[in-house]
T-cell receptor, first 115, second 109 residues
Framework: SQTIHQWPATLVQPVGSPLSLECTVE??????LYWYRQAAGRGLQLLFY??????ISSEVPQNLSASRPQDRQFILSSKKLLLSDSGFYLC??????????????FGPGTRLTVT | AQRVTQPEKLLSVFKGAPVELKCNYS??????LFWYVQYSRQRLQLLLR??SRESIKGFTADLNKGETSFHLKKPFAQEEDSAMYYC???????????FGIGTKLQVIP
């Protein structure tokens, strides 16, 4: 069966420090991968998605970047964190089928606090 | 551009009462819609999709293209239905979904 992992679960970082959040998927090949930020009252904001290794689509201009160095690995990064980067970050995968993007499987999330 | 609107941030109902979580969408193409649910301390998960026309945990949702709506309904609310519900629209060349802001359902015992 397929599983998705995210780490760390929680992270406290000072302003101006770098960030690296990792997401890995097991039990499937060539999944679509997604990074979201979840905020109360604002729902799920799609940050990045990837349909293959090295293929990244950015949804909103921001202080973050994403990379997919391996088929089942998705990394969210920042060179210098801002206070506004605080939030709850979710990784998800979906099967590569017609319309498969609607069937998304979410990780446990990372709570990032920038101080 | 595609948009999903969930007009209620919080919906409180008594146990045994009917539930209707509203969702309206805006999309120029042929819509495919979904409902996701997040129970307390659990991961966000897919509840149902309109194309399957299924009933999950007593919930149903019908796509109304004329009203551009996809409301989630259940005839009798149960306490375990308390959760955050998100409506989602498949978009972007069918490679991503657009989520609404979510509605928190609170079932009062």
């Amino acid at each position: 069966s397929q599983t998705i992992h995210q780490w760390p679960a929680t992270l406290v970082q000072p302003v101006g420090s770098p960030l690296s959040l990792e997401c890995t998927v097991e039990g499937t090949s060539n999944p679509n991968l997604y990074w979201y930020r979840q905020a109360a009252g604002r729902g799920l904001q799609l940050l990045f998605y990837s349909v293959g290794i090295g293929q990244i689509s950015s949804e909103v201009p921001q202080n973050l970047s994403a990379s997919r160095p391996q088929d089942r690995q998705f990394i969210l990064s920042s060179k210098k964190l801002l206070l506004s980067d605080s939030g709850f970050y979710l990784c998800a995968w979906s099967p590569v089928l017609t319309g498969g993007a609607g069937e998304q499987y979410f990780g446990p999330g990372t709570r990032l606090t920038v101080t | 551009a595609q948009r999903v609107t969930q007009p209620e941030k919080l919906l409180s109902v008594f146990k045994g009462a009917p539930v209707e979580l509203k969702c309206n969408y805006s999309y120029s193409g042929s819509p495919e819609l979904f409902w996701y649910v997040q129970y307390s301390r659990q991961r966000l998960q897919l509840l149902l999709r309109h194309i399957s026309r299924e009933s999950i945990k007593g919930f149903t949702a019908d796509l109304n293209k004329g009203e551009t709506s996809f409301h989630l309904k259940k005839p009798f609310a149960q306490e375990e239905d308390s959760a955050m519900y998100y409506c989602a629209l498949l978009s972007g060349g069918y490679q991503k979904v657009t989520f609404g802001i979510g509605t928190k359902l609170q079932v009062i015992p």
